[in-house]
């Protein structure tokens, strides 16, 4: 009995200083690199939540093995078999840590870069990952890892058959990244003339919020063969056109004045400062009982557009009480001939 204490208590101290290590002195090495503001300290730290004290455990555990052995309380080959076990499970929890990091700088990546979707993204790091490191344990345990390569082309034939229209989402889904014609956070209308924003391009759909709160998924192969107008391309700033029509007393010239005036109040409420768009006007054509003309300015992105609009309505209405310029109620005038 004296002799399994030993392996007992390495088991135990492994299990305690992981526990130790991860309430304690992780919780402080975290505080520390916030105060230093190293880039990437979060995810690092987020990484190994919860692998620490499996790393400690396997450490105990190798540790008994060993005294175990010593002590000639276990065989060579059970020795040997346990400690290829632990391996594996150190090797596994390492490719987590890995598999974690690389979502999370994906994600990272996909914050700072247009054009990137961290859904799919992630999601094939993820994999491709996992992938390798499972291979690498097959490998470090003493599996051959040839045959199984040559099985999973062979079947990757098969399963590329049977997953055909996945297959071809996915790679839709990678085209419209790559290209950049969609992005996270763009306003698109699609053909159908549903719209909305971009919230996500995953593995088979692409996900639409419309301003009303409801989502719209179109699978990725059908958004690529598409026509849908991206209303965040070449930029979010978006031009929009307000028709108006004066009385055909009214001085044009100051109509012009007092439009352009409120025009660009609007678009110091609604626009960037440092826009170059100037709004102006531009008379269309005699109308029936008016003089046609439509204004043009800019707002910041297309959802402004709505508001610039409604503040532009109730602005120009108060500005042409103000200046006396008339816009005239339907009229028409009959004359008869004798």
């Known amino acids: 009995m004296i002799q399994w204490i030993i392996p007992v208590a390495c088991i135990l101290i492994g299990y305690i200083s992981g526990l130790i290590f991860e309430k304690i002195i992780l919780k402080k090495i975290k505080f520390i690199l916030a105060k230093t503001e190293i880039a990437g300290n979060e995810i690092f730290i987020q990484s190994l939540r919860g692998i620490t004290r499996i790393w400690f455990m396997v450490a105990g555990c190798y540790s008994a093995v060993l005294s175990l052995q010593i002590n000639q309380l276990i065989s060579q080959n059970i020795a040997d078999t346990l400690i290829k076990i632990l391996t594996a499970i150190f090797m596994y929890s390492v490719t987590v840590v890995l598999a974690r990091l690389g979502v999370n700088f994906v994600e990272i990546i996909s914050s700072k870069s247009e054009g990137v979707s961290a859904s799919l993204l992630s999601n094939l790091a993820k994999i491709t990952i996992y992938v390798f490191g499972i291979l690498t344990i097959l490998q470090t345990l003493g599996f051959s890892i040839t045959p199984i390569l040559a099985t999973l082309g062979i079947g990757g034939l098969a399963v590329a058959l049977a997953f055909q229209d996945t297959l071809s989402n996915i790679f839709s889904g990678l085209y419209l990244i790559i290209s950049k014609q969609v992005r996270p956070g763009d306003y698109v209308k699609l053909e159908t003339t549903q719209e909305g924003y971009i919230i996500d391009i995953t593995w088979r759909n692409t996900v639409i919020k419309e301003l009303p709160n409801n989502i719209i998924v179109v699978p990725n192969t059908k958004l690529a063969s598409a026509i849908f107008t991206n209303y965040h391309l070449p930029s979010k700033e978006i031009t929009i056109k307000i028709p108006i029509g004066v009385s055909y007393d009214s001085d044009l010239e100051k109509v012009e004045q007092v439009t352009v005036k409120v025009a660009k109040e609007i678009m110091q409420k609604f626009c960037e400062p440092e826009t170059q768009f100037q709004p102006f006007l531009c008379y269309d054509h005699f109308g029936d009982y008016s003089v046609k003309f439509t204004v043009y ?36 005038d009959i004359h008869i001939k004798r």
């Open 297 to 332: 300015l800019r707002v910041s992105e297309f959802q402004d557009q709505r508001f610039a609009i409604h503040e532009f309505i109730k602005k120009i209405h108060k500005s042409y009480k103000q200046e006396n310029i008339q816009i005239p109620f339907p009229t028409e």
